[in-house]
Each structure stands twice: as C-alpha cells, then as structure tokens.
C-alpha cells in the first residue's frame, strides 16, 4: 500500500479544486450561452409571435364556443392546448414590449448615442413591424452593415441581461 504524504495531498486536493472550478466556469458559460440563444430565438421570432397572438381574445372565444358546440375528449385537449399556447405567447410578447421599453429608457438616460444607436438597431431587426434589410438599417444609422451587426450583438447580451435578469450576465 502506497503511503501519501502531505505533498501528496496538497497536490491531489489542488488538482481537485481546479478540475471543480473549471466545470464549475463551464457550467456557468452553458447558462449563459442557453439564455443568450434563447434571447436571440425571441427575438427573431418576434413578427411570428405577434401574428400569432393577435386577436387573442377573439380566437379563445372562438376556440371557447367550438369547444363547448362541438367537441369533446381528446380533441377538447387539444384546444385547451392552442388557448394556452396563444396567451403564453402574448404574455411573452408583452414582456419583450416592457423590456425592450427599459432597454431604450435605458439607452437613452446613459447619454451615448452608441447605446441608443444599439437599442435602435435592435428595434429595427427584430421588432419594428416594417422589416428592414441589414443593409437599410446600417444606412439608416449611418454605420456599416458589420457595424451594425457588431452593434446588433452588443444590444441582444445587453436585452439578454433585461430579459433573465443576473441569471442572464456573464460571470468571468
């Protein structure tokens, strides 16, 4: 049987804490990259939700009136299933409308234009409801279409911070 001597173990228990603090990083960069992935899937479905959710209370009245006219059992599941799939998407899409509220009150009280600049370049990729072209946006703000790209980014990791809270900044 092998003896370890104290050298031994300090060089075990540091070896220990830097595998731990690695996966512990790792982990943490997951959670990240997670929320920032799911930031930028809201936002570039934004246009769909808000079709889809339009006219919410009239299609849940008329899923309502289906329901109790013509259907029962599993299909009875099945509508109860659109109804909450159309006010989850709206209450998503409200909450996207308050951040994206914040996020420009915020731009605007930092007193950078380029922090206005990124919320507005934002704004027109994904929320405005006339779509524009990378191009017509970096025209738009006078920068060029990596510019706008660049600044693009910049505001999605800021929005991302709004949107999860400190669950979505990056700890390095």
Avoid at 60 to 71: G, P, R, V
Avoid at 106 to 111: D, H, P, R, T, V
Wanted: net charge neutral; charged share 40%; aromatic share 10%.
């Amino acid at each position: 049987m092998v003896k370890l001597t104290e050298k031994h173990l300090e060089v075990i228990s540091k070896t220990v804490l830097d595998y731990l603090e690695k996966e512990k990083e790792k982990d943490r960069k997951r959670k990240h990259d997670w929320r920032l992935k799911n930031t930028k899937l809201l936002l570039r479905n934004y246009r769909n939700f808000k079709i889809h959710a339009s006219d919410v209370e009239e299609d849940i009245e008329e899923l309502d009136s289906i329901l109790l006219d013509e259907f029962l059992g599993s299909e009875e599941f099945a509508i109860e299933s659109i109804k909450k799939s159309k006010q989850r998407t709206l209450v998503m899409i409200n909450y996207i409308d308050r951040m994206m509220e914040v996020y420009r009150i915020l731009a605007e009280k930092s007193g950078k234009p380029e922090d206005l600049r990124r919320y507005k370049i934002l704004y027109d990729m994904y929320i405005n409801p006339d779509k524009k072209s990378v191009m017509e946006i970096a025209e738009c703000h006078n920068v060029s279409e990596k510019t706008a790209y660049r600044n693009c980014k910049e505001a999605i990791n800021t929005f991302s911070s709004l949107v999860f809270g400190v669950d979505g900044i990056r700890f390095f």
